[in-house]
């Protein structure tokens, strides 16, 4: 059994995801910043941990992941105000892979999306600039890590039912569920063709296993 650490606990992804792995015999830690999300979180069989990763700095982040064996990062500002998407998505991030890296914690799995490439093709000035900036900067920190990293780059996010079944390669306008994405979270943690590797996916027709052993 695994000890794995989901940041962002409360998140849509993060919902579907505890119940997958407690489900195959893993510890489950979710990190939530608000205790009214407790309960919710509790409920899917991981231990909710009240930790609000913008806050903590490298060094309080990883006396917390103290025995952790994987880390999963799914949280993220939400868009909206710049200042917090830089500070959630990129700055906060980062100080999770350090403190990784400070807590001997090897896996280490990051939720992108899958336009997230140096060439982001964003004008400046648009309002989805900072979200695609700031996640670049937290993958490619990642990328430079020692870390056994999966970078996971979804398409545009659902709220479909799960398939089990993805294509991978693919672009960013792609629809791609919550529930495909925590699927693809399970299975990457342990298959070892997905470290090292950006992989952008979509909804498709391969079974996800099959589509990372063939990576």
């Given at each position: 059994?695994?000890?794995?650490?989901?940041?962002?606990?409360?998140?849509?992804?993060?919902?579907?995801?505890?119940?997958?792995?407690t489900a195959h015999g893993h510890r489950v830690l979710s990190w939530v910043?608000?205790?009214?999300?407790?309960?919710?979180?509790?409920?899917?069989?991981?231990?909710?941990?009240?930790?609000?990763?913008?806050?903590?700095?490298?060094?309080?982040?990883?006396?917390?992941?103290?025995?952790?064996?994987?880390?999963?990062?799914?949280?993220?500002?939400?868009?909206?105000?710049?200042?917090?998407?830089?500070?959630?998505?990129?700055?906060?991030?980062?100080?999770?892979?350090?403190?990784?890296?400070?807590?001997?914690?090897?896996?280490?799995?990051?939720?992108?999306?899958?336009?997230?490439?140096?060439?982001l093709g964003i004008p400046a000035d648009s309002s989805f600039f900072p979200?695609?900036?700031?996640?670049?900067?937290?993958?490619?920190?990642?990328?430079?890590?020692?870390?056994?990293?999966?970078?996971?780059?979804?398409?545009?996010?659902?709220?479909?039912?799960?398939?089990?079944?993805?294509?991978?390669?693919?672009?960013?306008?792609r629809p791609t569920s919550r529930a495909n994405v925590a699927l693809a979270?399970?299975?990457?943690?342990?298959?070892?063709?997905?470290?090292?590797?950006?992989?952008?996916?979509?909804?498709?027709?391969?079974?996800?296993?099959?589509?990372?052993?063939?990576?």
């Amino acid at each position: 059994m695994a000890t794995i650490l989901i940041i962002g606990g409360h998140g849509k992804v993060a919902l579907r995801l505890a119940p997958l792995l407690t489900a195959h015999g893993h510890r489950v830690l979710s990190w939530v910043r608000n205790e009214e999300h407790v309960a919710e979180v509790r409920a899917t069989g991981a231990e909710p941990v009240l930790a609000d990763a913008e806050l903590l700095d490298t060094e309080a982040m990883a006396q917390r992941m103290a025995g952790v064996d994987a880390v999963v990062w799914s949280a993220g500002a939400g868009g909206g105000d710049p200042t917090r998407t830089y500070a959630v998505d990129r700055d906060a991030a980062i100080r999770s892979i350090r403190a990784a890296e400070q807590a001997g914690v090897r896996r280490y799995l990051m939720v992108s999306w899958a336009g997230s490439v140096p060439d982001l093709g964003i004008p400046a000035d648009s309002s989805f600039f900072p979200y695609a900036d700031a996640k670049l900067a937290a993958d490619d920190a990642l990328r430079d890590s020692d870390l056994d990293w999966t970078i996971l780059g979804p398409g545009t996010l659902t709220l479909d039912e799960p398939t089990g079944r993805i294509e991978t390669g693919v672009g960013s306008g792609r629809p791609t569920s919550r529930a495909n994405v925590a699927l693809a979270i399970r299975e990457a943690l342990d298959e070892p063709a997905t470290f090292g590797r950006f992989i952008p996916f979509a909804d498709g027709e391969v079974p996800i296993a099959e589509a990372f052993a063939a990576l």
